[in-house]
């Protein structure tokens, strides 16, 4: 019997498993900011200072904001459930 021990395929898989979950949860939280930053700037289009009129009058400018939000929302609960994923909890 060796006492060198040959190296478990199975870490190796597991290992790029969870590269793979830092990377998504990564991207997640990049997209999640860059849509914070993108309604950052739209209130500053809507705000009287700049007043974008195509986005102040009508329901445009109000859509976009709304659409944003739950994309941040869906965002944040996409990141949620994933953590709930690696910590092996029920979301």
Do not use: N, W
């Not at 006492?3 to 870490?11: G, H, K, M, Q, S």
């Not at 705000?47 to 986005?55: F, M, S, W």
């Amino acid at each position: 019997m060796s006492i060198y021990a040959l190296p478990d395929p199975d870490d190796d898989h597991q290992d790029l498993i969870t590269e793979a979950r830092a990377r998504f949860l990564a991207d997640l939280a990049a997209g999640i900011a860059a849509l914070d930053r993108a309604g950052a700037t739209l209130d500053q289009l809507r705000a009287p200072t700049l007043a974008d009129i195509e986005l102040v009058d009508g329901r445009d400018g109000r859509d976009l904001s709304v659409l944003l939000e739950d994309c941040i929302r869906y965002g944040r609960a996409a990141y949620a459930v994933m953590h709930a994923v690696i910590d092996k909890e029920t979301p």
